[in-house]
């Protein structure tokens, strides 16, 4: 099977940055690509952003400019994230794509506060 662990969550105060990072594992022979998606409370889980082993990016509107995903390796992702936001804490959730289906990672939580 294959398993996304993410680290790097927690409290940041409005303005600061944190970095986010997930890494794969398992039975993994390609991938198509790896992301990033956040789910808040009351609200369904939307995307934040992804990398293709291409190297092609996708932001949300919200985070561009603002959040930068990167391939540390090939199964390995992450986000740095720059000038938090109150309205992007969320649960952050790992994403990998293998071209036949979709892993999730557990989550990680970020809470942006003062």
């Known amino acids: 099977q294959v398993q996304l662990v993410e680290s790097g969550g927690g409290l940041v105060q409005p303005g600061g940055s944190l970095r986010l990072s997930c890494a794969a594992s398992g039975n993994i022979f390609s991938i198509y690509a790896m992301g990033w998606y956040r789910q808040a409370p009351g609200k369904q889980r939307d995307l934040v952003a992804t990398i293709t082993s291409g190297g092609e990016t996708n932001y949300a509107d919200s985070v561009k400019g603002r959040f930068t995903i990167s391939r540390d390796n090939a199964k390995k992702v992450s986000l740095q994230m720059d000038s938090l936001k109150p309205e992007d804490t969320a649960v952050y959730y790992c994403?990998?794509?293998?071209?036949?289906?979709?892993?999730w990672g557990k989550g990680t939580l970020v809470t942006v506060s003062s």
């Open positions: 994403k990998l794509d293998n071209y036949r289906t979709n892993y």
